[in-house]
């Protein structure tokens, strides 16, 4: 065990029911019960990663809160995290932190988004995520669940973001615990491109991005049970819904690999799907016109990207392929089963290699 | 709350602008960087687009001139 030396405060605390209180008490946890850093834990990590535990990473939002290798390493032991999952923690803590996460706006904005954490690449089968039934939060499985909390307990303790305090969601997301998903391996019956690959990285990299999540909508899109043709306009019908298009955002598809094996049977890859639902989701200046509570400021405003004055002019939901982001998840279901709609609230989403091979 | 507390810190007068919901958020954070008195402007929450263009502008008169009295207080000097 590394001896270096430690800069966080050491507690004493009697048993873990103390040690549980305590937590409670000092508003250490964000409600759930967290388990005691002890320094043999802490250290344990540290060793894994060999990294300094001084190293700042950055200042998490609003708090102002230094984010160190200790620090980070200290919420994963109270998550529940094995030490092999930190270089996962380390690298979502990076991305969150670039400017275009916007991770001040995600912790304290009214819309109450919840960083969505997405693990791709090898790293899914080496650490054992679950990305098949109950892809989402991976219930009974680990690495899901403890990284997506430890993830959660980093932006409570390190960046302050608590409801009534500095965060002011109005009515906050579900994911506000843990949110976290893996996506299926192409060894595993995941037909399309990887979404680290479509975002930049290579097949055999192990990568982690952020999607700053607004929402968390299951829909069926009736594939294997209606034409694609048909299929696209249910998605289309869900990815334009008024509530949500105030401004052109990001969005994220998640399609259950039966479903997107028959597409890809079909001749439709992931770019084709995915263009082709940037050309269909739009809507007339008039529907537009019945919306409103967003600023006009907003980068993507549908006022500014159509002539207002022409109700029969098409707005976008989407601005590009890069704002349309699709992955394959979830249980070898029947094709006509449930995917997933995420939109992105003020940043956009993240991607970071991650610089670790579990070899 | 960061370029407010920086630009102060640096002996730039600064006013951090916000809107009334945030105001707490303004103030917790302010905490955080060391500086709980940072110069703050908690202006009224409304609903721009249901006010008419005359009252909205009259509005943004208002916060301007609260913003230059707080700035020229900064420097001691008077309008």
């Not at chain 1, 094996?261 to 439709?268: D, I, L, P």
Request: aromatic residues 6%; negative net charge; charged residues 20%.
């Amino acid at each position: 065990m590394s001896a270096m030396k430690l800069a966080s405060k050491v507690y004493d605390c009697a048993d873990i029911d103390d040690f549980t209180e305590m937590a409670y008490r000092n508003g250490w946890t964000d409600g759930l019960p967290v388990l005691p850093p002890t320094e043999k834990k802490v250290r344990a990590m540290l060793d894994y990663v060999g990294r300094d535990p001084n190293e700042v990473l950055g200042v998490i939002s609003p708090g102002e809160g230094v984010a160190t290798i200790e620090k980070v390493a200290i919420n994963a032991v109270m998550a529940g995290c094995l030490p092999e999952y930190l270089p996962v923690v380390i690298t979502a803590v990076e991305a969150m932190l670039d400017k275009t996460f916007e991770l001040m706006r995600v912790q304290c904005t009214t819309g109450g988004p919840c960083p969505l954490v997405i693990v791709s690449g090898p790293v899914v089968k080496k650490l054992g995520f679950n990305f098949g039934e109950g892809a989402f939060v991976g219930t009974g499985h680990r690495p899901n669940s403890t990284i997506g909390r430890a993830v959660r307990l980093i932006l409570w303790n390190i960046g302050l973001g608590r409801p009534g305090q500095m965060s002011h969601a109005t009515m906050g997301h579900p994911g506000r615990y843990c949110y976290l998903v893996a996506e299926r391996p192409p060894e595993e019956d995941n037909p399309w491109e990887p979404i680290h690959v479509t975002n930049g990285l290579k097949p055999g990299d192990s990568a982690v991005s952020m999607f700053p999540s607004g929402t968390h909508v299951q829909f069926n899109m009736g594939t294997g049970a209606n034409t694609i043709e048909n299929n696209l306009f249910v998605c289309q019908d869900v990815l334009t819904n008024l509530g949500q298009f105030q401004a052109a955002i990001q969005r994220l598809v998640v399609v259950n690999p039966q479903a997107a094996h028959v597409f890809h049977s079909a001749g439709w890859d992931k770019a084709r799907f995915r263009d082709t639902l940037l050309k269909q989701c739009v809507r007339p200046v008039r529907d537009l016109k019945r919306t409103g509570g967003m600023s006009v400021t907003a980068t993507w405003h549908w006022t500014k990207l159509v002539d207002v004055n022409d109700d029969n002019a098409m707005v976008p939901s989407m601005i590009d392929a890069h704002h349309l982001q699709v992955m394959v998840a979830g249980g070898w279901a029947p094709p006509v089963s449930q995917c997933c709609y995420i939109t992105s609230m003020h940043g956009e989403m993240v991607t970071r290699k991650i610089d670790w091979s579990w070899d | 709350m960061r370029d407010t507390v920086n630009m102060v810190q640096q002996g730039v007068p600064a006013v951090g602008l916000v809107h009334k919901p945030f105001e707490k958020l303004a103030k917790m954070q302010a905490v955080q960087l060391g500086m709980p008195d940072a110069p703050l402007l908690i202006y009224s929450q409304d609903l721009p687009s249901n006010d008419s263009a005359d009252l909205v502008q009259k509005k943004a008169e208002e916060v301007a001139e609260r913003v230059i009295d707080m700035l020229l207080s900064q420097t001691g000097e008077k309008k």
